[in-house]
């Protein structure tokens, strides 16, 4: 049984020329799967990743979205964190008077922060030991951000590149994040834009027209989508698939 499940799904929004953001979209993401969302700009990535999460104001038209199982429905986003779905979000979290280690050890006790914290390229010893306040940079609230999912362990961590800092991060460093989370068990959803990021992953998917166009090595699916077959377009069919 796939861990996620999405069949048919459905997402309008108001006043939104198109309106119709996700049209009938349907995939799986595996257990411990590292699984790539790849599409442009404006395909709906981010939506989908809001509408997994059950973020405030994003339901779903029609369709189902399962998590082990379960339907979702319209479970609020406390309780699919419970259940094991986490999100790095586009604006960190700001700590006033706690620092760095210790907000990590909070969600962990067991986490070795200093390996976790030089994963995301950042030295131990010079932010272990700073506050989780306005003095760090967007830039660094985001790699510990992705630091503090890595600690949750969850069952499936959804990363969208940009919101998740992931594009602050060499190649190399990417590789090294997600093969702790796979380590750790996590299944991923990588939300990218960007074909290099998506070779990382065990498994691919291409999103156009608010459908998956194209599903399957990430060689191939990049292949595809660096041919730029698949920009956003206005035809119901896709011509390429």
């Keep these: 049984m796939a861990m996620l499940k999405i069949k048919d799904l459905v997402y309008e929004a108001a006043g939104q020329r198109p309106s119709r953001i996700?049209?009938?979209?349907?995939f799986t993401v595996e257990?411990?799967?590292v699984h790539a969302l790849l599409g442009a700009n404006g395909t709906g990535k981010s939506t989908l990743a809001y509408l997994i999460m059950g973020c405030g104001g994003y339901r779903p038209s029609s369709g189902d979205i399962v998590f082990e199982g379960n339907a979702?429905?319209?479970?609020?986003i406390h309780e699919r964190a419970r259940m094991g779905i986490t999100m790095a979000w586009q604006e960190p979290v700001?700590?006033?008077?706690?620092?760095?280690n210790d907000y990590l050890t909070f969600r962990n006790k067991d986490a070795d922060t200093a390996e976790l914290l030089a994963l995301v390229g950042l030295n131990p010893s010079l932010y272990g030991h700073r506050m989780v306040d306005r003095a760090l940079s967007g830039g660094e609230r985001k790699r510990i951000e992705l630091v503090s999912i890595l600690v949750l362990r969850p069952k499936l961590a959804i990363l969208?590149?940009?919101?998740s800092g992931i594009d602050m991060l060499s190649t190399q460093d990417i590789i090294n994040v997600i093969g702790a989370f796979k380590r750790n068990g996590s299944a991923v959803l990588l939300i990218t834009h960007r074909e290099e990021i998506a070779m990382i992953a065990d498994r691919s998917s291409q999103l156009c027209g608010g459908r998956i166009i194209c599903s399957g090595d990430p060689a191939k699916v990049a292949e595809h989508y660096k041919a730029r077959h698949c920009m956003i377009c206005s035809d119901r069919e896709c011509h390429y698939v």
């Design 160 to 163: 969208d590149e940009p919101d």
């Design 31 to 33: 257990s411990g799967e």
């Design 22 to 26: 996700l049209d009938g979209l349907s």
């Design 72 to 76: 979702l429905g319209s479970r609020p």
């Design 94 to 100: 700001r700590f006033e008077g706690i620092t760095v």
